[in-house]
C-alpha cells in the first residue's frame, strides 16, 4: 500500500462575490439531517456564530432563503432547509459527481506522474 493520499477534488462556484462550495453544502446538509444550525456547526467543528454567518449569507444571496429558521424558547428552536436550499444542495452535489466522474481519467494519469514518497 502507497503512502501516497488519495486524490481529492473540490468544487467551488463562484457567482461575483458569492461562492458555493463543499463546506457551504456540508453545512446545508447538516441542518437538513439535525434540524439545527448549532448541531450543524458542531458537527463541523465550527462556532454557532460562524455557521449562522455562512447561512446568513447564502440566504442573502439567493432569491429564496435556503434555511429557514425558528428562535428558541418554550417550543424550542430549529431550522431547516427550504425547497429552495434543497434543490441548490442538490445541484451542486451533482455537479459535484459530474465532475468527479468527467476528472477521474485525468486525476489517475497526474496521481500516475506523481514522485513515490
Known amino acids: 500500500m502507497s503512502d501516497t493520499p488519495l486524490p481529492r477534488l ?5 457567482f461575483g462575490s ?10 446545508l446538509e447538516l441542518i437538513d439531517e439535525t434540524g439545527s444550525i448549532s448541531a450543524a ?11 449562522w454567518t455562512l447561512v446568513d ?14 428562535r428558541g424558547g418554550p417550543e424550542g428552536g430549529g431550522a431547516h432547509l ?3 436550499g434543497r434543490e ?7 455537479m459535484m459527481a459530474r465532475v468527479e466522474t ?8 497526474l496521481s500516475d506522474l506523481l514522485a513515490p514518497k
Open 10 to 14: 473540490r468544487l467551488r462556484v463562484y
Open 57 to 70: 449569507e447564502m440566504n442573502s444571496a439567493y432569491r429564496a432563503p435556503l434555511v429557514i429558521s425558528a
Open 102 to 109: 468527467a476528472s477521474e481519467a485525468d486525476i489517475d494519469a
Open 82 to 84: 427550504s425547497d429552495t
Open 18 to 27: 458569492t461562492m458555493l462550495g463543499p463546506g457551504k453544502a456540508d453545512l
Open 88 to 94: 441548490v444542495l442538490t445541484l451542486y452535489r451533482t
Open 41 to 51: 456547526g458542531r458537527a463541523m467543528k465550527m462556532s454557532y456564530k460562524r455557521a
